[in-house]
């Protein structure tokens, strides 16, 4: 008896240990430069928190953490766990402010593509992360998507051998995509088989479509859901993944907690698409979502939500600003449950104003 009910539980366990697919993503990046504690993040409100990032050596092609970096990535999977210790952790590599040359380059040999997989591997397991997220910000020709895709193939192959050869889990592989699944501009296709068989998801970046730098002479929804008559918008992109071929199951579909500002040309005209010049506020124009906060309890400005776009703005004199608050980002984790998504990310978890965003995210999706 028992062990017969011995074996029983072996067999439970067996069962639970082959099913290590993610049931459902509630991402969320964190980065140094936005100076909040990596010990400061609610991480109950997470399953999977990416760190970023890693950088891509030009000379070598090997995937180094800089020395100002080394102390809080080292130690970033043991912090976040200790309020969620079912979180898991990515180190994210590259991003929007790398040398998007290096990763093209890289990716055009089998040598260097070696030197990537197996130094990021390394690095991964030596400072304690569950995975590895790539964000090539972005592979834009046929030769750069092939590559992209053959890279992709060795990655998970070398994380698979990994994995056999050290008995554990294996690392989880995810990518940082553009909204849609070619590049804009060239129409190439993302490499979607190679995408399909390698990656755990991919994390589409479905917001950015506006913003004072690329789009300064009217406001816009900077991360639109739809968008009538008009490409940029969240529900184009995650159609474009699925007809391309991809599983909903690998999509996660992304969202800001932060805005972007305009200078209004006339402070009586303050809609969508209304006439500005250039950035509203210092800088490049973006804001968190708790300055956004700020903003708006300062200068008692006005909130709109606007359903049809699903998109948020205030605006106070000719100060406009675009950005995702509680009712954009539960409508989107609506859409992304409804759609059969495999969950959701966030961009970054550092604006988050009280954890109100975050908590809305993961409220609405659910267990
Ligand atoms: C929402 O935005 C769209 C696009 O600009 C516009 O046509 C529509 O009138 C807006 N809805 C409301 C209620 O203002």
Redesign the pocket.
């Given at each position: 008896m028992a062990l017969t009910k011995t074996l029983f539980l072996l067999f439970l366990l067996s069962l639970f240990h082959v099913s290590t697919a993610q049931t459902v993503v509630k991402g969320g990046y964190w980065f140094p430069g936005s100076g909040f504690a990596v010990s400061s993040i609610n991480s109950a409100l997470f399953t999977h928190l990416y760190c970023a990032f890693a950088d891509l050596d030009p000379q070598t092609y090997q995937v180094t953490i800089s020395s100002a970096n080394k102390p809080q990535f080292s130690t970033f999977t043991q912090t976040v766990q200790q309020k969620n210790p079912s979180v898991k952790t990515l180190l994210s590599i590259g991003g929007g402010g790398a040398n998007v040359n290096t990763f093209a380059s890289m990716a055009s040999q089998s040598g260097s593509r070696k030197s990537f997989i197996d130094s990021s591997i390394k690095l991964a397991r030596s400072n304690n992360f569950h995975g590895l997220d790539l964000d090539w910000e972005y592979p834009s020709d046929s030769t750069q998507m092939t590559n992209f895709g053959s890279l992709l193939t060795e990655w998970k192959a070398a994380v698979a051998a990994e994995a056999k050869a050290s008995g554990r889990q294996p690392l989880l592989l995810s990518a940082a995509v553009l909204y849609l699944s070619y590049y804009y501009s060239t129409s190439v296709p993302y490499p979607i088989q190679a995408i399909s068989n390698s990656l755990d998801w991919i994390n589409v970046m479905t917001y950015d479509f506006y913003g004072p730098g690329w789009s300064a002479s009217a406001t816009g929804?900077p991360a639109a859901l739809y968008?009538?008559g008009k490409r940029e918008s969240g529900d184009n992109g995650i159609n474009s993944w699925i007809q391309a071929g991809l599983s909903p199951k690998k999509i996660a579909l992304g969202f800001p907690f932060y805005g972007w500002s305009w200078r209004l040309t006339n402070a009586n005209n303050h809609?969508?698409?209304a006439p500005a010049n250039g950035a509203g506020l210092a800088g490049d124009g973006s804001i968190g979502y708790n300055g956004i906060k700020q903003f708006i309890a300062q200068n008692s400005a006005t909130k709109?939500f606007?359903?049809?776009?699903v998109?948020d703005y205030c605006y106070s004199g000719t100060t406009w600003i675009g950005y995702d608050d509680t009712q954009s980002i539960s409508t989107k984790v609506s859409y992304a449950k409804q759609k059969g998504l495999l969950g959701y990310f966030a961009w970054h978890v550092g604006a988050d104003d009280n954890w109100v965003l975050s908590t809305t995210a993961s409220q609405t999706w659910g267990a």
């Open positions: 929804p968008n009538p809609g969508l698409f709109v606007n359903a049809t776009v998109t």
